[in-house]
């Protein structure tokens, strides 16, 4: 057994893990979209039902969207033809949506680097995961209509999923108990907090408004109460329950929604509904 595997090994077989896990989505998420209260004998059931190995099938997830964005938009590929492993549990899809985007200068470079560090996550996460990680889902890019018709609607959108990301993993980090984990995890949403500060300062320099994802979004300079960082009044980035990341990739924030947006079947795993 690898050290990797020792490690998600020792996680998934932590209750207090899983429970503080459990209660975070279903209380502090349901909260934020404002869903019906679930009462503590329920949480406790979910909360049994869910392992550690859910919690990094769920980043990965995203990490396959990320990934998928950045090739096409970038390259015109998907991630697949860059030999990424794609299978897995539950079931895969295609991704179906999106073109190469003509760019220019600095936001060709930052659009270079950021499909190489995404990509290398999802082989990260797969490799850690080994044969517990799940396949990717059906992609559908172009959910929202923009993204791939000129630099501006790359940018705007790339903005999006990067603070997303910093955000879900902003929420996960405090609830992993492996130093063998926690330190990885830390290491990704750290370059994922650098894509985004990179990605808001080129919207901020080329004045483009960006529309907010959610009540929680901080949206750039440049737009209506916009903010360089992506942060509040203490100085703290933002953070995001799993229900309120689906909630945003879902582009539906109504209770129980476990397609639509970006994943039009549903991601894979056990954490699938907002």
Known sequence: MTHKESALEDLVGKDSSRRAFAKHVLT???????ATFIDGARVEVLAQSLTDIDILNFALNLEYLEAEFYSVATYGTRIADAGIDIGGRGRPGPTVGGSAVSMSGFNRIAAEHITLDEQQHVRFLRAALGSEAVAKPTINLQALGVGFTNQNEFLTVARAFEDLGVSAYGGAAP??????????????ALTEAQHAGVLRMLI?????P????????VPPLGSPAGRLFQVDGNGLSTTRSASAVLAVAYANSASGAS???FFP??????????
């Open 204 to 208: 901020a320099m080329a004045n483009v």
């Open 28 to 34: 502090v998420g349901s909260l934020a979209m404002g």
């Open 265 to 274: 079947d549903g991601v894979n795993g056990t954490i699938r509904s907002v």
């Open 175 to 188: 609830l992993i108990k492996s130093p063998a984990i926690l330190a990885p995890a830390a290491q990704i």
């Open 210 to 217: 960006v529309p907010m994802t959610d009540g929680s979004d």
């Open 259 to 261: 397609s639509g947006g």
